[in-house]
């Protein structure tokens, strides 16, 4: 260690500088903080790209992330089921604590996942988790995913009431929330119309944007993309062999890949997703009973004349 006087090196058992005999104050090194991914997850990206993307939509694209980064994993296991003299063997979804569950500094709308997990336990019916993320169905979105970004300077949020009554906030995307959209939406095509293409005729261009993109790919699975397309994509580029020039390849800038990182995070596995992703399907019977409607529409600016009454005015309210 140094010495806070002379600033000569010290051995780190000493209490005094053996070259000015002042204090050495010993310091205390914190230990590492978890991995933070500062850039927006896919789930983050869908509602910057859709601002009414519903509950279901965006914890399956959470989950899939999740499973992807070996935070929680999904298999398949045989269940018995018996009935007087009757034996069932069925194929059933269980989910349960990955490799790397306790390796990321998750964000909000990963970690209330995490939080469906009863303390210590290890697995259970995939059924019995998605029931437990029932209560936060009606806040996912606003609570976990628009506050956030709101305080990352993505959205502004105002506080109105339909009818004078009815409160509801109104999330408007700031001028840095509409350059990430227009970004977001650029990358998402480029990738439906071209990667394909890339991965059969151009494999080290496949490879080179497969890198550049990462677990951004998994956006794709939000717009009608086949989660088994993306994994077949990752498998067949090469990323052994990117070519560090990459910068040649021009690919769009896209908020959620802007720094360039030729190695790909060795704990995202887009082949660990090897659950059906059908099994995810119930949360849109489950979750999406509840109905959204378009609260774009300025409620402040509707001002009619009812006739005799007189005008009633602003009824939009605060």
Not at 39 to 48: G, T, Y
Not at 109 to 132: G, M, W
Request: proline share 6%; hydrophobic share 35%; with cysteine.
């Amino acid at each position: 260690m140094r010495c806070n006087n002379c600033g000569k090196m010290v051995p780190d058992d000493s209490n005094f500088c053996v070259y000015c005999g002042s204090p050495v104050a010993k310091s205390q090194t914190p230990p590492p903080l978890p991995i933070e991914d500062p850039k927006l997850s896919p789930a983050e990206s869908l509602i910057i790209v859709n601002e009414l993307a519903g509950f279901s939509d965006l914890v399956k694209l959470t989950i899939v992330d999740m499973v992807a980064r070996k935070i929680i994993s999904i298999k398949e296991k045989e269940q018995v089921t018996k009935f007087f003299k009757k034996r069932w063997v069925r194929e059933v979804p269980f989910i349960s604590r990955g490799e790397n569950f306790s390796k990321y500094q998750l964000k909000p709308h990963e970690q209330v996942i995490i939080d469906c997990f009863q303390p210590d336990e290890q697995e259970t019916l995939l059924s019995n988790f998605l029931y437990r993320l029932r209560p936060v169905r009606f806040n996912y979105e606003d609570d976990f995913l628009k506050t956030p970004l709101t305080e990352k300077g993505y959205f502004t949020v105002e506080q109105k009431r339909f009818l004078r009554i009815i409160k509801y906030k109104k999330w408007t995307l700031t001028e840095k929330g509409l350059a990430a959209k227009k970004k977001i939406e650029e990358f998402v095509e480029q990738s439906k119309n071209n990667l394909p293409n890339w991965v059969n005729n151009d494999p080290m261009k496949a490879a080179n944007y497969v890198a550049w993109a990462g677990r951004s790919l998994l956006l794709l699975y939000a717009f009608d993309v086949g989660l088994d397309d993306i994994k077949r994509w990752f498998e067949s580029a090469r990323l052994d062999e990117v070519d560090i020039d990459y910068t040649h390849y021009g690919f769009s800038s896209h908020p959620a890949v802007d720094s360039y990182d030729s190695d790909l995070d060795v704990d995202f596995d887009p082949g660990s997703a090897d659950f059906d992703p059908g099994d995810l399907a119930s949360m849109d019977m489950d979750f999406d009973l509840d109905f959204d409607f378009d609260l774009d529409f300025d409620f402040d600016s509707i001002d009619f004349d009812v006739g005799d009454g007189g005008d009633v005015g602003d009824i939009g309210g605060d």
